[in-house]
């Protein structure tokens, strides 16, 4: 499979596409945004989503949310622009690449003085330069992530964090695309990450087509895996890295950063310094997504999963703490503990 045959955000002619990941693997629909809620419901519910795609949709969906205003005036514009930043910001809490992306807009437009067609258009190419550098960056991780592995590995995945939470590539699955290329011939196993199924739906769905040997697991099934001998390293994502080195990720990915350990299987998570949160000291510190408990019960499935009216508690991310991270994988190179002292050197790269 061509990569390019995945994006989930594009932009195609003057038209915002978003490749609704809820109907995958089933079908592949693309959905215009043509307004700011939109674009607010498509992140909400998760149509787009993983945190640097959620990034790139937030950038260009600034830009759509603007591009029809018809004043003259550049002051009344950046307001505008404000406003529809602090609204798209709250479609979701956890991923940090959301208000990362809307701040660098704000910035750039902030930083402007001339006309608000000079303004729209300087909106789009810092959209189109998110987006650009997303794909660099990863490509980078899968680059540097592949240094870690050997050829023949069994690799554990949780979530998804590919070529469809990124512009390309993806950050996690980066390397095993890298890696397919030179024939490494890896044996993923899937995780199929309930309640939003994002492994079974989406990871499963994407290396597959890709032509890489994949298995999917229940979440319960981690720790036989691991036990078999079969899980050389588990390679996962993250939503937001605090300063400390604290990730937050998908819901169970903290578990399996523990069962790691309890195995001595490396553990790492792959994070562009676009997710790293210095403003946050550390997981504790992270908001972490409460969602709908339909999505436990019913929404993915024909039948209901669980008794009618039944309380539900579906925290959305969960923190793994620093001292189950083996390696940090970004794409200005790999960090390893002490992550405090580490992840702030980046800075200065
Ligand atoms: C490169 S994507 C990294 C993370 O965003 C990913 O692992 C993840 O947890 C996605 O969660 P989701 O709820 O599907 O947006």
Redo the contacts with the bound molecule.
């Keep these: 499979m061509n990569l390019s045959e995945i994006v989930p955000v594009k932009f195609t002619g003057d038209k915002m596409l978003v490749l609704d990941?809820t109907k995958l693997p089933g079908e592949q629909k693309y959905l215009e945004m043509t307004t700011k809620e939109d674009v607010f419901v498509a992140i909400k519910k998760?149509k787009v989503?993983?945190?640097?795609?959620?990034g790139v949709a937030a950038g260009y969906g600034l830009y759509i949310s603007l591009r029809d205003y018809d004043g003259t005036n550049l002051n009344e514009f950046r307001e505008k622009a404000h406003e529809v930043a602090d609204y798209l910001v709250n479609a979701?809490p956890?991923?940090v690449?959301l208000s990362w992306a809307l701040k660098r807009m704000l910035a750039r437009l902030d930083d402007f003085h001339g006309s608000v067609s000079g303004a729209k258009k300087l909106l789009f190419e810092e959209a189109d330069r998110i987006r650009k550098e997303d794909e660099q960056s990863?490509r980078k991780m899968g680059e540097y992530g592949l240094t870690l592995l050997k050829p023949g590995m069994g690799i554990l995945t949780?979530?998804?964090?590919?070529t469809l939470?990124?512009a390309k590539y993806?950050?996690?699955?980066a390397p095993l695309y890298l890696g397919q290329e030179k024939n490494y011939r890896f044996r993923v196993f899937a995780d199929e990450?309930r309640p939003?199924l994002?492994g079974a739906r989406?990871t499963a769905w994407e290396l597959s087509k890709a032509g890489i040997d994949v298995t999917l697991i229940c979440d319960d099934m981690a720790s036989i895996v691991m036990k078999n001998g079969w899980i050389d390293a588990v390679l996962?994502?993250?939503?937001r890295m605090a300063a400390n080195g604290d990730g937050?990720?998908?819901?169970g990915?903290s578990g399996v950063a523990i069962l790691a350990k309890e195995y001595g299987i490396p553990f790492y998570m792959?994070v562009?310094t676009s997710?790293i949160d210095y403003d946050t000291p550390k997981g504790d510190d992270i908001e972490i997504?409460l969602r709908d408990g339909r999505e436990i019960c019913e929404m993915w499935y024909k039948t209901r999963m669980a008794p009618v009216g039944i309380k539900t508690y579906n925290p959305?991310?969960d923190v793994t703490s620093a001292e189950y991270i083996t390696a940090v994988v970004t794409e200005k190179g790999i960090v390893y503990p002490p992550y405090e002292e580490n992840l702030q050197k980046l800075r200065e790269k």
Aim: proline content about 5%; overall charge positive.
């Design positions: 990941q998760m989503r993983g945190a640097p795609a959620i979701r956890t991923a690449n990863c949780h979530c998804n964090a590919g939470a990124t993806g950050t996690s699955l990450t939003a994002q989406l996962v994502g993250c939503d937050a990720n998908k819901i990915t792959f562009p997710t997504e959305s991310f």
